[in-house]
């Protein structure tokens, strides 16, 4: 299955033994990247749930994002790629893959109009600060989306009207065989909660930089908008507490999820640790022990209750590994 979306799951192929662990290890410490085994994927995700990867890996400039894609490539072995997990239930099992974690690419944004270009592992709120302090307007909108902007684009993210679809300019990209390419506004295929890389770039590849369209602004403005936007933010959503976003996406604009799921009666219902958001219909969040398998049930309980209810069947927005 060689590629569809940047953001899938890794690709089935051979599988992981010990001694290619380790080999993958000393090649990412020869790269100058932190790593470490066993790592449980719940330390790295805003829902607090998963299991371990064999191998997490930190790498601190996309040179190191190649040499590991191309390494892992020659050997037909599969690999994930994780921002600010903000987007991702893991299993209580973990996974059989290493876990690139973007989260350290961060040196090398250059914010010059009329494109800012970022890291891929820089949060979306620091890109948006930049940007801001600058007096360039192109992602007020995406104030309070949490996660680096690597993530956002993968997942075509979006609120308050804005999404990353409309603003992205180009793309950096390491494609499944470990090659360095440039994809230009036109060869994306953006749509609801989902960006499609062109096929030749193969299986899993990695957008390692963002350049996003900016225009100038009055700095002012800017920051009385995002203030504003930060507050409704505050009153419509469980801001303080452990959840992966929205659990399902909106059906059409007339059903929104939580809407749907608020009429179901499935607000505050839950399954062990795992509930939904008194706040918000389509917010499940973890009280703080919540297992894969709690969430898993309160999602099929939910959808269950919302197509009894409305005759409507929810799509997940959320990422599963
Ligand atoms: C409180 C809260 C509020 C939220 N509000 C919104 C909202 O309003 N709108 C919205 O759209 N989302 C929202 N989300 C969901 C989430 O924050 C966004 O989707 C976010 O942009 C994901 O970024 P991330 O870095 O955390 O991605 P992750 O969760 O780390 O990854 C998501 C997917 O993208 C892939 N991926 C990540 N980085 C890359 C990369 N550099 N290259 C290729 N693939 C990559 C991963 O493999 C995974 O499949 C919210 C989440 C929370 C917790």
Same mark, same amino acid.
């Given at each position: ?65 190649? &040499?590991? /894609? ?5 050997? =037909?072995? *599969?690999?994930? %790629?994780?921002?600010?997990?903000? +987007? $991702? ?103 609801? &909660?989902? /960006? ?5 770039? =193969?299986? *899993?590849?990695? %957008?390692?930089?963002?350049?996003? +369209? $900016? ?103 959320? &990422?599963?590994?």
């Amino acid at each position: 299955m060689m590629n569809a979306h940047a953001h899938d799951n890794a690709f089935p192929c051979a599988g992981w033994g010990v001694t290619a662990v380790a080999e993958l290890e000393a090649i990412c410490r020869g790269e100058g990247c932190e790593t470490a085994a066993d790592e449980a994927l719940g330390r790295h995700t805003s829902m607090g749930v998963g299991g371990p990867t064999p191998l997490m890996v930190w790498p601190r400039h996309p040179e190191a994002v190649a &040499r590991v /894609l191309e390494w892992c490539t020659e050997r =037909g072995l *599969a690999w994930r %790629i994780l921002g600010g997990g903000t +987007n $991702v239930l893991a299993s209580d099992a973990g996974v059989a893959e290493p876990v690139i974690n973007l989260t350290s690419l961060i040196d090398g944004a250059d914010v010059h109009p009329p494109t800012a270009l970022f890291p891929a592992g820089t949060p979306t709120a620091q890109a948006l600060r930049a940007s801001a302090h600058a007096g360039l307007a192109g992602l007020v909108w995406s104030t309070g989306l949490p996660g680096t902007i690597g993530g956002a684009v993968a997942g075509n993210a979006g609120c308050w009207g804005g999404q990353m679809a409309d603003v992205v300019a180009r793309l950096e990209v390491i494609d499944g065989a470990g090659k360095w390419q440039t994809l230009e506004a036109d060869e994306l295929a953006w749509s609801y &909660r989902r /960006l499609q890389l062109p096929a030749r770039l =193969g299986a *899993a590849s990695v %957008i390692v930089a963002v350049a996003v +369209n $900016v225009r100038p602004e009055d700095p002012s403005k800017l920051t009385g908008r995002s203030f504003e936007l930060q507050h409704r933010k505050r009153e419509s959503q469980p801001v303080g507490a452990r959840n992966a976003g929205c659990i399902f996406k909106n059906p059409d604009p007339e059903h929104a999820a939580g809407w749907l799921i608020d009429q179901a009666g499935c607000k505050g219902i839950g399954i062990g640790d795992a509930q939904i958001s008194e706040l918000h219909g389509n917010f499940l969040i973890n009280r703080g022990g919540a297992t894969y398998a709690d969430v898993d049930a309160l999602i099929t309980r939910v959808k269950t209750a919302v197509r009894e209810q409305s005759g409507i069947t929810l799509e997940e927005e959320i &990422r599963r590994w």
